[in-house]
């Protein structure tokens, strides 16, 4: 089975900052990667696939980047609506999987 | 507009059975793959399950191997899980998600339904 190591598992940001969050696939998965935001209580969100595909509707601010192994999403300025747990998911080799989750919390 | 609603969830005691359903609308369920995908309390997500366009493919998690079935109905537009000897662990909010080619993978969730496994 692929393991998604996702890091870190938790944050704080301030507004403007740029944050950055990796994800690890434990053997190649080419760019079968998306991205996911769930705010608490709610359906997760994908905001990118294919690594770096920006889902329609979701602010340029996020972009996804990686191939192969290692991947990122990268929000260049945070805003407060941002505060969220965002996932990876690997969807290259069954069993697909999520990675653990990045809790941001903004200042 | 693409929906995706379950129901059949609630509270079922250990190595009970319980059906889930996902009824789609808004585009053309037959040509979509789909999964479930669950979240226990307080935790992360957790594929389940996968079933192709006209089911001739079938994935299955290795925590619900074996008790488990996912099908579909696509002349009702209708995703079914099938969970059998359900166990503690099993309690979460289960979702269903659509896929389709190689990429659109899970861009449209359902609301959820919460299983829960109790005793």
């Known amino acids: 089975d692929i393991q998604m190591t996702q890091s870190p598992s938790a944050m704080s940001a301030s507004i403007g900052d740029r944050v950055t969050i990796t994800c690890r696939a434990s053997q190649g998965i080419s760019n079968y990667l998306a991205w996911f935001q769930q705010k608490p209580g709610k359906v997760p969100k994908r905001l990118i696939y294919?690594?770096?595909s920006l889902q329609s509707g979701v602010p340029s601010r996020f972009s996804g980047s990686g191939s192969g192994t290692e991947f990122t999403l990268t929000i260049s300025s945070v805003q407060p609506e941002d505060s969220a747990t965002y996932y990876c998911?690997?969807?290259?080799?069954?069993?697909?999987?999520f990675g653990q989750g990045t809790r941001l919390e903004i200042k | 507009e693409v929906q995706l609603v379950e129901s059949g969830g609630g509270l079922v005691q250990p190595g009970g059975s319980l059906r889930l359903s996902c009824v789609a609308s808004g585009f053309t369920f037959s040509t979509y793959s789909m999964n479930w995908v669950r979240q226990a309390p307080g935790k992360g997500l957790e594929w389940v399950s996968y079933i192709s366009s006209v089911s001739t493919t079938i994935f299955y998690a290795d925590s619900v191997k074996g008790r488990f079935t996912i099908s579909r109905d696509n002349a009702k537009d209708s995703l079914y899980l099938q969970m059998n000897s359900l166990r503690a662990e099993d309690t979460a909010v289960y979702y269903c998600?659509?896929?389709?080619?190689?990429?659109?993978?899970?861009?449209?969730w359902g609301q959820g339904t919460l299983v829960t496994v109790s005793s």
């Open positions: 294919a690594s770096s």
């Open positions: 998600a659509r896929a389709y080619g190689s990429f659109n993978w899970f861009d449209s």
């Open positions: 998911l690997q969807h290259n080799n069954y069993p697909f999987t």
